[in-house]
């Protein structure tokens, strides 16, 4: 079985910065794709960025130019880095990975920014 555990969230003032991560623990074998999704109040759950295994990054063009993706292949990690925080950022973030058994979410950590 696998577990993701995120941690990182909080309250903070629009335009500081936040730094999510989500460590994979359990039987994982190898890590395909992880990434970070987010849904907030009365949304749909929407990507925010991926990075592949080899280190090929997505992101959504709302946050292009303020988050960054990165991840530890030895410590099964990924890491978001959220800069220039605006309050429409605000919501639970997911964490996500694919593995051979098929896709993990994390369960969530809040995100707000206040004006």
């Known amino acids: 079985q696998v577990q993701l555990v995120e941690s990182g969230g909080g309250l903070v003032q629009a335009g500081g910065s936040l730094r999510l991560s989500c460590a994979a623990s359990?039987?994982?074998?190898?890590?395909?794709?992880m990434g970070w999704y987010r849904q907030a109040p009365g949304n749909q759950r929407e990507l925010v960025a991926t990075i592949t295994k080899d280190g090929s990054t997505n992101y959504a063009h709302s946050v292009k130019g303020r988050f960054i993706i990165s991840r530890d292949n030895a410590k099964n990690t990924v890491y978001l880095q959220m800069n220039s925080l605006e309050p429409e950022d605000t919501a639970v973030y997911y964490c996500?990975?694919?593995?051979?058994?098929?896709?993990?979410w994390g369960q969530g950590t809040l995100v707000t920014v206040s004006s």
């Open positions: 996500n990975i694919n593995i051979l058994a098929g896709t993990v």
């Open positions: 359990g039987s994982i074998f190898s890590i395909y794709t």
